[in-house]
């Protein structure tokens, strides 16, 4: 089993910044992709940014030059560093992680999810 556990969240004023992190522990060999997603009230849950196990990063078109994502393979670690907040960034934010838990074939990968950390940007 593998646990997720997110911190970071907050109230912050637009043009704030914050940081999350998210720590996966349990019976893992490798971790794949991490990510962040977020919600907001009434809308779907929506990719925020990703970043592979080699270091490759994307990001959802409206966070592009202000979110940064990040990790830490020894820690088991993503971090999303936020900056210059907007208001419209408000929403539940959930960290992802495709968890490999086996060292042999056949491999055995799975999507684990963060509890989800709110964050408030106010106007």
């Known amino acids: 089993q593998v646990q997720l556990v997110e911190s970071g969240g907050g109230l912050v004023q637009a043009g704030g910044s914050l940081r999350l992190s998210c720590t996966a522990s349990?019976?893992?060999?490798?971790?794949?992709?991490m990510g962040w997603y977020r919600q907001a009230p009434g809308k779907q849950r929506e990719l925020v940014a990703a970043v592979t196990s080699v270091g490759n990063t994307n990001y959802a078109d409206s966070v592009k030059g202000r979110f940064t994502i990040s990790r830490d393979n020894a820690k088991n670690t993503v971090y999303l560093q936020l900056s210059s907040l907007k208001p419209e960034d408000t929403a539940v934010y959930y960290c992802n992680m495709n968890v490999r838990t086996t060292a042999s074939f056949p491999f055995n990968e799975h999507d684990y999810w963060g509890q989800g950390t709110q964050v408030t940007v106010s106007s």
């Open positions: 349990g019976s893992i060999f490798r971790i794949n992709q």
